[in-house]
């Protein structure tokens, strides 16, 4: 499954796993429209989907990584270091449902700035 995540500066794609209850979820919403929030190096945004933790559910991950917080019902998009990061490791608020992988370049989502409203919606096949 491939999405496209729109804000005002620019946009990325990204390649998911389809079939992860996660991901299945998350498509079932799609296109969605939210805010983003900015933690460090990680971009997030509400979803309006409820999921539990996955059993693989990762606290680290590699940059790019597409990541659903089930904290939070949010779509977590790190690109570096967070605050609690050890080093240059992209270290997330708790243990996430890992989703994918950015197509391309992830430091991309440095443009995107605190309350730019963000756009969610499925890359026709």
Do not use: H
């Given at each position: 499954?491939?999405?496209?995540?729109?804000?005002?500066?620019?946009?990325?794609?990204?390649?998911?796993?389809?079939?992860?209850?996660?991901?299945?979820?998350?498509?079932?919403?799609?296109?969605?429209?939210s805010t983003a929030r900015i933690w460090?190096?990680?971009?997030?945004?509400?979803?309006?989907?409820?999921?539990?933790?996955?059993?693989?559910?990762?606290?680290?991950?590699?940059?790019?990584?597409?990541?659903?917080?089930?904290?939070?019902?949010?779509?977590?998009?790190?690109?570096?270091?967070?605050?609690?990061?050890?080093?240059?490791?992209?270290?997330?608020?708790?243990?996430?449902?890992?989703?994918?992988?950015?197509?391309?370049?992830?430091?991309?989502?440095?443009?995107?700035?605190?309350?730019?409203?963000?756009?969610?919606?499925?890359?026709?096949?």
């Amino acid at each position: 499954m491939q999405i496209r995540i729109s804000w005002p500066a620019g946009n990325i794609t990204a390649t998911l796993d389809g079939n992860t209850p996660t991901t299945q979820a998350l498509g079932k919403a799609l296109p969605l429209a939210s805010t983003a929030r900015i933690w460090g190096e990680e971009v997030y945004f509400d979803t309006g989907v409820s999921v539990s933790r996955e059993t693989d559910a990762r606290q680290v991950v590699e940059p790019g990584t597409v990541a659903f917080w089930t904290d939070g019902d949010a779509l977590a998009l790190p690109y570096g270091p967070t605050p609690i990061s050890r080093g240059d490791e992209c270290r997330l608020a708790s243990p996430c449902n890992v989703l994918g992988r950015v197509d391309g370049d992830a430091r991309l989502l440095a443009t995107v700035r605190n309350g730019d409203p963000v756009r969610v919606e499925l890359i026709d096949a």
